[in-house]
């Protein structure tokens, strides 16, 4: 997949989905941003998406702490979230081929 710069885009991908399904671009990329609309969707809601062969999504809540607020020049309570990522074991497996 050739790029211009050093990251795989919704771009890329939907060109590559387009080449071996033989659809249009536009149907591509719709497709492309739905799958990826609807696996935010699910994070967010703070459910697990395992995509099989590839790893696992899950959304990570940390204990609320007080923090510094610059812009209101208060503590304010907050509580932090992140995102984790398990890889699969065949997907740990072919990076390390």
């Known amino acids: 997949m050739p790029k211009k ?3 795989a ?3 890329d991908i939907a060109k590559v989905v387009r080449k071996k399904l ?3 671009e536009k149907t591509a990329r719709n497709t492309i941003d739905e799958f990826f ?3 935010k969707r699910m994070i967010i809601a703070g459910e697990k998406v ?3 062969n590839f790893g696992t999504f899950s959304l990570i809540k940390w204990k609320s702490g007080e923090f510094y607020s610059i812009n209101e020049k208060k503590k304010i309570k907050k509580e ?3 995102i984790s990522f398990k ?3 065949i997907l740990k497996k ?3 081929d």
Request: charged share 35%; no cysteine.
């Open 50 to 52: 395992s995509l099989q």
């Open 94 to 96: 072919q990076i390390e």
């Open 22 to 24: 033989k659809i249009s």
């Open 37 to 39: 609309d609807e696996i």
């Open 80 to 82: 932090l979230k992140t």
């Open 9 to 11: 885009t919704n771009k």
């Open 5 to 7: 710069n050093k990251y």
């Open 87 to 89: 890889p699969s074991r």
